[in-house]
């Protein structure tokens, strides 16, 4: 296998169950990956390690998924150079999500965290592949496929809603 | 000059004063850039035009800036494969930006929006290079001295509240 | 059948679920409608033809429901000089439905969305009625009577608790 | 003068402020319009007259505005089967406007209110004038106008800062 | 039976599952009552025929409850000199109980309702008996044996933790 | 002077901006009064005795305001059978006023406390003289009168707006 | 036994469901403690005695766990000189735990309230032996190996994923 | 100078505007200090290297004060077993302070912060002496002498209102 351009890491394994749509996602975009669990405050030492040997060892783009006080996606940002991508998690110990959402995407003027929606690992997969895309052809052209069949599943549930009439349950 | 590697929009003329961040710190980091107005719900066509011409002209990543019910970035984003920033931003007719950031950020499954903190322009910049940077090393040691900068702003800051002591007014 | 006069969109089929109550309140209001599935961020170009279009193809209203960043609504009121009803869906990505009232209700100067209540998709069809209503006296009759069974249906409680007590379970 | 169209209310004479917006836009689009104070709470009895006799007295549409607990526009569409729209006012004993748009919006089943963006007063005008427009081919067409000059407008801005390039202080 | 003290409505039958716990502890403290069926929206003269007729046919106190835009315990204080509390009701049409909290709370100056919790019904019950007790010796000292109660419940709920210690489980 | 009936209190003195308006209105509506400073939090015994000898002073109705986590509302009703009037003080170390409003509105089952809107001391004021009004003739009169002059002052401006028009500016 | 060194203190049996993590904790860390119900509004005389009495008595920290409007921990700091730690709980009538959160966290200048993450009892209880082991070093011993215990946990769960592959569903 | 026991630091140089009231406090109530500027995410590896050596330094309690996406006090108390108390700071890039109280609150299980109110600096160097005070009996009398002062500037308010009455400005 080649080296993996985009590093998934996430807080604690019960996010697991959130943030594999974004290692699903990028195998059928055609993008490497890797895929571990790193803890802002258990494991400070690993996080440092993590983000500071991350572009030497061929990642192109990190992946960083948390809840509750979400530090993990900010504080990789500010020990790399590569684009840092933030996903809130609604985990247990979350206020609905606010706490989530708000501790990843407030970041102060010079450290960005590129933040998706709430639970939304599978638009995180999207954005690092559209970002390895920038200069790799393949993947930009598999993403374009990949929007051709959003397009196309929609338009399948439209036939589906003529064929069987708005009154049709659709459970 | 060489193309524009980032093009940077905005829905109206007033959120320039928060947008022009993003392209003062493209310009500090080497990067080039175009920037210009677009409105989602006033010029559609020219979004559309926009969006599905960019990757073509050459642009490499997009930052859409707009607040209120905030459409542009995301809109945007579903014409497009290129990584689109988004920047809420807290117009005069916003909800203490709560509008701007929830219809930036809260994209459907398929259409990314790497979102910024709200009001955070320079971030998107930063952000924009770092994703030119995962191809182009000059720009991605650019971004390195920069966060050394970073840096050593607060280390100066360091000595100075060292050398005045903790009772000199700030102000 | 008649030209239909209310057009009811929405952004999935999922939707469906809370916005087949708009379509049920205007047959019972005797408006015609026509119901389809036009997703704003994956099926863009078919929104622009659908608002377009839809003032020439003989359409009175059109009601768009949406969740999340919802920007059918917003989109299609850029794009038609028909009066748009929009309906925040608490879908299973929102935030408790803040991010689809917000992104629907706070349109800008000079693009307005008449927004209902979260999930309120009868309320739309009701208003959608009621428009129809200002030019055609059969449909605001209709509505008439509706308010009445409306008042009686709140008749029929009262008689209810008054016979019954407040003891009485009311499950 | 003929028959005012659209009657504009609102619960204080310090909403006049926001509300005089609606007035201008309308006479703009050429819709004709009354506007008076009516209190929910101050003059109840004014507002059930005012409610119950709109439509005998030939008006179309109503638009009330009201901030805090909000109850003008509601009641009103409570006891009228013309088109109620609701423009929330971020009045100085709300709390930053979210007790203005929840009063407003989150009306029950069976009687809708065309709620605005906070402070949306022209858009309600603008929406007004959508209503009459449906059966009203001129109104129909000065909003046609009315869209074209919101484009015009953005357009003009696009060259200012192509001229002035985007280092200029738009201020 | 004597005439009723207090009376207590509520906008549908669907609030009597919360509403009751005013009843009953009305009842608990020696206090008459009525109860029915008021809806703002749907049978707006009968709340005005029920608001202003509420001092003349003996009641001293008004209990109101509503859910979403809840309009029903400020119009019902609109029309009556009596003190009117307000019950937020968190009914499936409320986004988590903040609309019917704020749009019964939020009243503009002259016009007060007495809110307490959302949900909280028999709160409004004992606040009613707490003002018919400001001149009923009776009733203010059934509420004296009301508030020993509550304080020996707990203390009873103090000897089991000391009895079981605090590894027992309370389930 | 008799006895004061009504007493007002309040966490600091900073609070005596907002609260002043409680006495204004309860002197307008012929009702005593006393004013004085109690904190929960610096004079806890002051606020117990306070509480505990208010009914046998011969107090009807307390009135406490307080902001921030504010606990003297609550508190004061926890140890009185007396009504308690809350009011929420959007104090400088506040958060826009939600943690004001939250810590007085959402008392346990058992103990009440009548919330009245943010910075609402005249509606307080008000709705203890409506409380009074409930067994004083004279007091419930002057509120029929007070009600009637909020009437007449929006026929007031109901009449200035037709004499100037709304182009009028009201500042 | 030797004298307890924290106090943990709660409104209601129901809240000991989450407050017992906090007792757990300190048991494991080698902290002696007690446990009881103190309710701050229907037991206030009990709360007065327990706060005045808890630093004689021998307690070095006390922890306090409400819900709702949660007073007891702010009135208890009011009360003694020794660190109150405060968990807000998310009761089943609090507002999704924010007003639990913010009647705790927004005390006024003085009287300061530790507190921790809502149902944050576990944290509340490591707080309260960090404290203790600012002066035992057995203590701060026992917590650098909970520390240790913490990191070694997330190690394993890295393991297996490595072992297993992020395909591997973790429930 | 006696080691410094309280360790006070904070992200930016502006946030020592808010911050130097802990150290004032801290002062007044005979504790020793430092003050120093830490940022998370511009100084990471100082801050490891503060937080790791704070203990072997003599440091008994550290105060960090952040705001927006506020990561320091969390990341600060994953490294040292010393309590760490936070501070939420409003500066200007937060939103009204919701950011800066969430991400330093709503710290998982095993990693507490003592979070005190938003811009709290002042609580917090009374709680930090108040931690102290548990091992340190001058300290723990200098805090009862301040709660004895907190007590006696409301008593002196109370006879300002008593002597000038409530009619007189407070300004």
Do not use: C
């Not at 397009?151 to 659709?170: A, C, F, L, S, Y």
């Amino acid at each position: 296998m080649t080296n993996p351009q985009v590093g998934i890491i996430m807080g604690s394994k019960s996010d697991l169950r959130v943030m594999k749509a974004a290692a699903e996602v990028l195998e059928e975009l055609g993008v490497t990956l890797e895929l571990t669990i790193v803890s802002a405050h258990r494991t400070p030492h690993r996080m440092t390690e993590y983000a500071e040997s991350a572009r030497s060892r061929g990642l192109k783009v990190i992946i960083a998924g948390a809840g509750g006080a979400a530090h993990l996606p900010g504080m990789v940002a500010s020990m790399t150079s590569l684009p840092v991508i933030g996903v809130p998690v609604k985990s247990s110990n979350s206020i609905d999500g606010w706490d989530s959402v708000l501790s990843i995407l407030q970041m102060p003027g010079g450290v960005p965290v590129a933040t998706v929606a709430l639970d939304g690992a599978k638009n995180a997969g999207i954005l690092a592949a559209q970002i390895i895309g920038t200069f790799d052809e393949t993947v930009a052209k598999n993403i374009d496929v990949f929007k051709v069949q959003l397009r196309e599943k929609v338009e399948q549930t439209i036939q589906e809603v003529e064929r069987d009439g708005w009154r049709h349950d659709p459970a």
